[in-house]
């Protein structure tokens, strides 16, 4: 080989390093997590929102986008229906769908009746004296008893059997929206709402909707007699329709928001389920011909709120979480991406690309991922 053409070779190569050397590569993990090392030896791992991908979930009763891998699990019948769709991995990232909820009495004096009632042989009376109370009937107070109502319909329901219901316990109000569902003229205290809560004593948050309808009062004695009189209290109930939550690992949901709420809004119920459904109901309200356009009026409305939400608590949040994870956040000044990295990144970083957050409005947007030298 003459000089010429070695020196050739070798300049080739060299070139070839160089660009290997400062270009990135791109790693998909065993979890479909993404992780690129990038410029001057930074390794940059993607959220698990940021690299999910989705797939279409069909049966005969409904089809919806997912995202790819989750678990779909379904209980109930018709009007009773309920979907719970998650990450296996991590059962706080969720969409869950309840269409009706059932007895929720007005008070623990109709409670106390029906339970009377039953200890004297009635045992028509054995549901109501077993169903939770709904003391303040409103979006907010039936997630508020959610997991007793669960608990209830669970042992009462065989529909429900090994149908697993999240758990939205210490439900806890962190801000709130006005309610565009079409039901808003009949239902009480009907909100969009954004709230905290624990399963298994792991902390979630998410956005949550439900319509809780009067069925009116129904006066009932439990055999009391006051002064020569038999009294009578209201054993009267409530009942929720198109129940929604959408929720994920508390300070993670602002990165799940939009994965999770562009998915649900794709849910449709075949014709098929929508006629038995039909066939199978007596209601006054929530026809189930109108499930579909009562779900997409949700999403819409939970996706507005979103954006026009107080991003005052989630700088607030995100901020706190850093600290006590002993995170600190940069961004990409090529993308505008955001990324937490160890406390500590800034100071050894030497390079141009990637600087410290220091507007606060960084803080309301979702991360990308998580940003280390390599």
């Given at each position: 080989?003459?000089?010429?053409?070695?020196?050739?070779?070798?300049?080739?190569?060299?070139?070839?390093?160089?660009?290997?050397?400062?270009?990135?590569?791109?790693?998909?993990?065993?979890?479909?997590?993404?992780?690129?090392?990038?410029?001057?030896?930074?390794?940059?791992?993607?959220?698990?929102?940021?690299?999910?991908?989705?797939?279409?979930?069909?049966?005969?009763?409904?089809?919806?986008?997912?995202?790819?891998?989750?678990?779909?699990?379904?209980?109930?019948?018709?009007?009773?229906?309920?979907?719970?769709?998650?990450?296996?991995?991590?059962?706080?990232?969720?969409?869950?769908?309840?269409?009706?909820?059932?007895?929720?009495?007005?008070?623990?004096?109709?409670?106390?009746?029906?339970?009377?009632?039953?200890?004297?042989?009635?045992?028509?009376?054995?549901?109501?004296?077993?169903?939770?109370?709904?003391?303040?009937?409103?979006?907010?107070?039936?997630?508020?008893?959610?997991?007793?109502?669960?608990?209830?319909?669970?042992?009462?329901?065989?529909?429900?059997?090994?149908?697993?219901?999240?758990?939205?316990?210490?439900?806890?109000?962190?801000?709130?929206?006005?309610?565009?569902?079409?039901?808003?003229?009949?239902?009480?205290?009907?909100?969009?709402?954004?709230?905290?809560?624990?399963?298994?004593?792991?902390?979630?948050?998410?956005?949550?909707?439900?319509?809780?309808?009067?069925?009116?009062?129904?006066?009932?004695?439990?055999?009391?007699?006051?002064?020569?009189?038999?009294?009578?209290?209201?054993?009267?109930?409530?009942?929720?329709?198109?129940i929604v939550a959408v929720t994920a690992v508390k300070d993670t949901?602002?990165?799940?928001?939009?994965?999770?709420?562009?998915?649900?809004?794709?849910?449709?119920?075949?014709?098929?389920?929508?006629?038995?459904?039909?066939?199978?109901?007596?209601?006054?309200?929530?026809?189930?011909?109108?499930?579909?356009?009562?779900?997409?009026?949700?999403?819409?409305?939970?996706?507005?709120?979103?954006?026009?939400?107080?991003?005052?608590?989630?700088?607030?949040?995100?901020?706190?979480?850093?600290?006590?994870?002993?995170?600190?956040?940069?961004?990409?000044?090529?993308?505008?991406?955001?990324?937490?990295?160890?406390?500590?990144?800034?100071?050894?970083?030497?390079?141009?690309?990637?600087?410290?957050?220091?507007?606060?409005?960084?803080?309301?947007?979702?991360?990308?991922?998580?940003?280390?030298?390599?």
């Amino acid at each position: 080989m003459n000089i010429k053409k070695l020196t050739a070779l070798i300049l080739s190569l060299s070139i070839a390093l160089f660009f290997s050397a400062c270009g990135s590569k791109t790693v998909v993990n065993s979890d479909s997590i993404k992780t690129e090392k990038a410029e001057k030896g930074i390794k940059i791992t993607q959220t698990a929102a940021k690299s999910v991908q989705t797939e279409k979930y069909e049966t005969a009763d409904f089809s919806i986008t997912i995202p790819k891998g989750w678990t779909v699990t379904t209980g109930g019948t018709n009007i009773y229906h309920s979907i719970r769709i998650c990450d296996p991995s991590e059962p706080l990232n969720q969409m869950f769908i309840l269409l009706k909820a059932d007895i929720l009495l007005h008070s623990q004096a109709g409670k106390t009746a029906w339970q009377q009632n039953y200890n004297m042989g009635n045992t028509k009376a054995a549901l109501f004296a077993k169903a939770p109370v709904l003391e303040n009937p409103s979006t907010e107070g039936f997630f508020k008893i959610f997991s007793q109502y669960t608990d209830f319909v669970s042992e009462a329901e065989p529909d429900y059997y090994g149908y697993v219901f999240p758990r939205f316990d210490g439900f806890t109000v962190t801000d709130r929206y006005a309610s565009t569902s079409s039901m808003k003229s009949v239902s009480m205290g009907d909100e969009l709402l954004r709230a905290t809560f624990t399963d298994n004593e792991k902390n979630g948050e998410g956005m949550f909707a439900a319509d809780v309808v009067d069925f009116g009062s129904y006066m009932i004695s439990g055999g009391n007699v006051v002064n020569y009189q038999l009294q009578a209290v209201d054993g009267g109930y409530y009942m929720a329709y198109n129940i929604v939550a959408v929720t994920a690992v508390k300070d993670t949901f602002i990165e799940w928001e939009s994965v999770l709420t562009e998915c649900m809004k794709t849910l449709q119920y075949s014709d098929s389920f929508v006629s038995a459904a039909n066939r199978a109901s007596d209601e006054k309200v929530a026809l189930a011909k109108q499930i579909s356009q009562n779900f997409n009026q949700t999403m819409d409305a939970m996706m507005s709120s979103w954006e026009n939400r107080n991003k005052s608590q989630d700088i607030i949040s995100q901020k706190q979480s850093d600290a006590i994870l002993g995170y600190e956040r940069v961004y990409d000044t090529e993308t505008n991406e955001i990324y937490k990295a160890n406390n500590g990144f800034t100071d050894v970083y030497d390079g141009e690309r990637y600087k410290a957050v220091t507007d606060d409005n960084m803080y309301t947007k979702p991360i990308s991922g998580y940003i280390e030298k390599d």
